[in-house]
């Protein structure tokens, strides 16, 4: 039964936040330039994964690959420990899907305008998409006696668990394995809870990150394996699977609260629907053109919206020979009831670009599909010479969107669905629609002549290595060309005010107009200009620069709206097993010091003599590990004893110095 109009818009969800890295692309915005440009970003495997040279045949031997190369992200192993209070043990053994995790979803918490403060403590949700556990599985491969007890940080359960306890969030917290269908099902469920009023926003995840060659090795065998490490969906050359890294994170608001508290809305999702093949299917394993059907009629049941009015489809597109027909069939056949023979669906596929990102695959497809719906433009699905001639194209009013394409204009919002299916014979479909554009004020009448009210920018970061790059990128954002020219300045500030955290490290500037504004971020003297420092605002600059909570509905007047900003500028390092982590003493450290920095589990760590290495995390297997390693390096032999004496601090720096001074 199709839902009324009232119905769909109370049920409505609004995409309020994004954020990913992807094979090519850190965030969003890159995404979209891989994706307009028709970029292949595939790359030969890294070595830091596995050694491919050893492992790959063109030939399905057992044991080999038959692919060198896939989709990867950039900087696997980097992360920002001291931002989230990790310690360099800590962060050292932690699944880098989880470290990715974190910083994905603080960038999508500030994409939405969302301060994790007022979040905190609330039933906010988390839903998170995912099958490996390539991490731990290495950790448990290295030997029974390699075995630790940080292994418990890295099951699959607590990269939703991550994420809640990181920032205080209490709604649900679960992580999804429906294999490729992992995220889009988090995303259904996400949208269940909102809709049911179980939760308010909610954070919703896909990650994906190959560390191990044993999938690959699988699919080699079962013939499954593209050989070249492209997905080739709807092409007459498609030869299989071809996987890929990704992490990616929306945010969801019910559309109604999202439009009440002023958020961006970049899309909203309008229905969705999950179903099983059931017994429609020969086998668990094998897909079904029924179960794709009935959950592509459910959805858009859901919706309220008529399957002939789709204007693209992000559809799952594997690239395989078999399923590739199957998918397109049921499209074809549900879409096409009623549809204008001259007004075909427009199909693509993110994977033709990255790969295939498996349990993550469908929350980047979903979030390919909000920039095309903001753009108004699909991108063109890659690797295609030829169509795939067991597709009958000439019935199905579908086409495959080859070239960068203009969505159709239809006196409404453009419509697009996103597809996911997983081995788990699970189908899963998302209808969204396009949401309200931000309105620029730049081009007010108020602002005609160029000129307009002084405004007062606040920038903070958590160092001043970070704080200098976010002022960098403010300085690019404000200049000719960047992406604020589109805003209006007072909306640029009253954003950074109002819809970030504010941290220790702060600048507070003040000017009447983006260049003003550029020269004050660029030239400390501005600050002293006695035209801008004589303002009211001085005031509350001040107060800001000095760490002092603001009131900034004096400071700003009504009608400001909520604008994209340059999101925090990670201070990353490489994190890995085996490897040491050149660490920076801090001023005045001690040798002591610095050695148990580097091992506890909180940043905030007391370092006075009487503090016990227990509470700051170094149990007693860690202890044994520190001081054998000290002491291997001075070439000195440790007692039983001495072990079990050091308890506290200044019996760790009281050893230390005895250490020292026996080796010299």
């Known amino acids: 039964m199709k839902s009324s109009t009232a119905e769909v818009e109370e049920r409505a969800v609004a995409v309020i936040g994004t954020a990913c890295r992807l094979p090519g692309a850190d965030d969003p915005d890159q995404l979209w330039e891989v994706l307009r440009d028709g970029l292949d970003a595939t790359s030969d495997t890294p070595a830091d994964r596995y050694d491919v040279d050893a492992l790959y045949s063109p030939r399905a031997e057992p044991g080999t690959v038959g692919a060198r190369r896939a989709g990867y992200v950039r900087g696997m192993a980097d992360f920002d420990a001291e931002f989230f209070g990790i310690s360099t043990a800590e962060a050292t053994e932690l699944d880098p899907q989880q470290r990715l995790l974190l910083m994905a979803t603080w960038e999508a918490l500030e994409d939405a305008g969302q301060l994790p403060r007022d979040l905190a403590g609330t039933r906010t949700g988390v839903f998170v998409g995912a099958a490996r556990s390539d991490f731990l599985e290495e950790q448990y491969r290295r030997g029974l006696t390699a075995v630790t007890p940080s292994a418990f940080h890295n099951y699959r359960s607590l990269l939703a668990a991550r994420l809640s306890h990181e920032f205080d969030l209490r709604g649900p917290?679960?992580?999804?394995?429906?294999?490729?269908?992992s995220s889009l099902t988090a995303v259904h469920s996400a949208v269940m809870s909102l809709r049911a009023g179980e939760t308010r926003l909610a954070v919703v995840a896909g990650v994906n990150l190959l560390l191990r060659p044993d999938e690959g090795v699988l699919m080699t065998q079962a013939g499954s394996l593209s050989s070249d490490g492209r997905v080739k969906f709807g092409s007459a050359d498609a030869d299989g699977f071809a996987p890929s890294d990704a992490v990616g994170v929306v945010v969801l608001k019910p559309l109604r609260q999202a439009i009440a508290d002023g958020d961006r809305v970049r899309a909203v999702i309008a229905g969705s629907a999950i179903g099983n093949d059931g017994q429609t299917s020969d086998s668990v394993l094998t897909p079904s053109l029924d179960g794709q059907r009935d959950v592509l009629r459910w959805a858009y049941e859901d919706a309220g919206i008529c399957p002939a009015d789709v204007d693209f489809v992000e559809a799952h597109g594997a690239g395989s020979p078999a399923l590739d027909p199957l998918e397109l069939t049921a499209l074809g056949e549900v879409l096409g009831e009623g549809r204008p023979a001259e007004r075909p669906c427009l199909v693509g596929s993110v994977k033709s670009?990255?790969?295939?990102?498996?349990?993550a695959g469908g929350i980047a497809g979903l979030i390919k599909t909000v920039l095309a719906l903001e753009h108004g433009q699909v991108p063109p699905s890659l690797n295609v010479s030829r169509l795939n001639p067991t597709v009958a194209w000439d019935r199905l009013p579908l086409a495959l969107a080859t070239r960068l394409q203009e969505l159709p204009g239809a006196g409404r919002p453009a419509i697009a669905g996103v597809s996911g299916q997983g081995s788990s014979a699970l189908n899963a479909h998302v209808v969204v629609r396009q949401g309200e554009t931000v309105t620029s004020r730049h081009a007010d009448p108020r602002h005609a002549g160029g000129d307009e009210e002084v405004c007062l920018l606040t920038l903070s970061a958590r160092s001043i290595p970070a704080l200098q790059d976010l002022v960098r990128s403010y300085v690019d954002y404000l200049s000719p060309g960047g992406r604020g020219a589109e805003f209006a300045l007072a909306d640029i500030c009253f954003?950074?005010?109002?819809?970030?955290?504010?941290?220790?490290?702060?600048?507070?500037?003040?000017?009447?107009?983006?260049?003003?504004?550029?020269?004050?971020?660029?030239?400390?003297?501005?600050?002293?200009?006695?035209?801008?420092?004589?303002?009211?605002?001085?005031?509350?600059?001040e107060q800001y620069r000095?760490?002092?909570?603001?009131?900034?509905?004096?400071?700003?007047?009504?009608?400001?709206?909520?604008?994209?900003?340059?999101?925090?500028p990670w201070q990353t390092r490489r994190y890995w097993p085996g490897e040491r982590v050149a660490e920076t003493p801090a001023a005045g450290s001690d040798l002591a010091t610095t050695v148990l920095r580097e091992h506890a589990r909180s940043t905030s760590?007391?370092?006075?003599?009487g503090s016990l290495l227990t509470d700051m995390g170094i149990d007693s297997l860690a202890r044994v590990r520190i001081i054998l390693r000290l002491a291997s390096d001075h070439g000195y032999e440790v007692e039983a004893e001495e072990l079990a004496g050091l308890r506290t601090v200044g019996d760790f720096r009281n050893w230390l110095h005895v250490l020292e001074a026996q080796a010299a």
């Not at 009447?512 to 009211?536: I, N, Q, W, Y």
């Not at 760590?605 to 003599?609: I, M």
């Open 173 to 181: 917290s679960v992580v999804y394995d429906t294999a490729c269908a």
């Open 605 to 609: 760590a007391d370092y006075s003599d």
């Open 353 to 359: 670009n990255i790969g295939h990102a498996e349990a």
């Open 546 to 568: 000095r760490g002092h909570d603001v009131r900034w509905e004096s400071v700003f007047g009504p009608d400001h709206l909520y604008v994209p900003l340059p999101t925090y």
């Open 495 to 541: 954003s950074a005010a109002t819809r970030r955290e504010h941290h220790p490290f702060r600048v507070a500037v003040m000017a009447d107009s983006r260049e003003a504004m550029v020269r004050a971020l660029t030239d400390p003297g501005r600050l002293a200009d006695p035209e801008v420092a004589s303002l009211p605002l001085a005031a509350a600059a």
